[in-house]
């Protein structure tokens, strides 16, 4: 059950002010009374829901009195001041992951084989969009068919996001297709590559009948291989996420032979 102190009143700061909300207009000593609010804190109390701007004081009687704000306005006000601290905590986090970047140093580039994978549909495509989200100077994606036990539209959505992300960043994305795929895909999906990402002087298309694989080649030096299942060649198995400088350097040369001969991809 929602209770005042969710956002953010004490048990004290609660009780006084639904107290006053019955009583209407009242000293401090009648509202300690009410509310059971021992006579010493009530005061502290008061000065709480004041700095919330959740009561009113009369100053010129004597004693003084309170009344509370209309609980509409006081539950507005309560959610706004939260909603400023989540967005305070919200920068303060933004900062301390921009110090924590210039902080944290990346590993020197790789000098021997290193090599991870993630087995099943959520596994794999979470460690290729990790891996597109690292890129920093160019992404090449080659693919032959996609997957069936994945949602094919929010896989794309998803990856497609990635790759935005990398463009707006500067990074070079090549995509090498089968000229076939884009028949076994939805429309929604050759619309999305299309739509958000062929405006960007970086990204280039082009598609190949020599494509029979999957992969993405990461800056030259690390490569993601879809690896398909053994029963189904057409279901996707895992990924292996490899680096390998000398592997990724014929990979990287055998792809561009083929890059120099597809052909560019137009429109949908």
Same mark, same amino acid.
């Given at each position: @059950?929602?209770?005042?102190?969710?956002?953010?009143?004490?048990?004290?700061?609660?009780?006084?002010?639904?107290?006053?909300?019955?009583?209407?207009?009242?000293?401090?000593?009648?509202?300690?009374?009410?509310?059971?609010?021992? @006579?010493?804190?009530?005061?502290?109390?008061?000065?709480?829901?004041?700095?919330?701007?959740?009561?009113?004081?009369?100053?010129?009687?004597?004693?003084?009195?309170?009344?509370?704000?209309?609980?509409?306005?006081?539950?507005?006000?309560?959610?706004?001041?939260?909603?400023?601290?989540?967005?305070?905590?919200?920068?303060?986090?933004?900062?301390?992951?921009? $110090?924590?970047?210039?902080?944290?140093?990346?590993?020197?580039?790789?000098? $021997?084989?290193?090599?991870?994978?993630?087995?099943?549909?959520?596994?794999?495509?979470?460690?290729?969009?990790?891996?597109?989200?690292?890129?920093?100077?160019?992404?090449?994606?080659?693919?032959?068919?996609?997957?069936?036990?994945?949602?094919?539209?929010?896989?794309?959505?998803?990856?497609?996001?990635?790759?935005?992300?990398?463009?707006?960043?500067?990074?070079?994305?090549?995509?090498?297709?089968?000229?076939?795929?884009?028949?076994?895909?939805?429309?929604?999906?050759?619309? $999305?590559?299309?739509?958000?990402?062929?405006?960007?002087?970086?990204?280039?298309?082009?598609?190949?009948?020599?494509?029979?694989?999957?992969?993405?080649?990461?800056?030259?030096?690390?490569?993601?291989?879809?690896?398909?299942?053994? @029963?189904?060649?057409?279901?996707?198995?895992?990924?292996?996420?490899?680096?390998?400088?000398?592997?990724?350097?014929?990979?990287?040369?055998?792809? $561009?032979?083929?890059?120099?001969?597809?052909?560019?991809?137009?429109?949908?």
């Amino acid at each position: @059950m929602a209770t005042l102190r969710d956002l953010g009143l004490s048990e004290y700061e609660a009780r006084a002010y639904r107290s006053l909300l019955k009583t209407g207009p009242t000293t401090a000593k009648e509202l300690s009374r009410a509310s059971d609010v021992p @006579m010493g804190r009530i005061y502290d109390v008061l000065n709480g829901l004041e700095t919330y701007n959740l009561v009113r004081s009369q100053t010129a009687s004597r004693p003084k009195k309170y009344v509370a704000v209309e609980s509409d306005a006081a539950l507005d006000r309560l959610l706004a001041d939260k909603k400023r601290e989540l967005d305070e905590k919200a920068e303060q986090y933004e900062e301390i992951v921009g $110090e924590l970047s210039d902080q944290l140093e990346t590993a020197g580039p790789v000098e $021997e084989p290193f090599w991870t994978a993630a087995v099943g549909p959520e596994e794999t495509l979470d460690l290729l969009l990790e891996r597109l989200s690292i890129a920093d100077s160019r992404i090449v994606v080659v693919g032959s068919s996609p997957a069936r036990q994945v949602d094919i539209v929010e896989a794309t959505e998803r990856i497609v996001d990635e790759l935005v992300a990398a463009l707006e960043r500067g990074v070079d994305v090549s995509l090498l297709v089968r000229p076939d795929l884009f028949e076994s895909l939805p429309e929604a999906v050759n619309r $999305e590559y299309y739509d958000r990402l062929d405006h960007y002087d970086s990204y280039q298309a082009r598609a190949s009948p020599s494509i029979d694989t999957t992969f993405e080649l990461i800056d030259g030096t690390e490569l993601c291989i879809e690896v398909p299942h053994p @029963m189904n060649s057409e279901e996707t198995f895992g990924v292996i996420d490899l680096k390998d400088p000398e592997f990724t350097a014929d990979i990287a040369t055998a792809f $561009e032979q083929q890059w120099e001969r597809a052909t560019p991809i137009g429109p949908p």
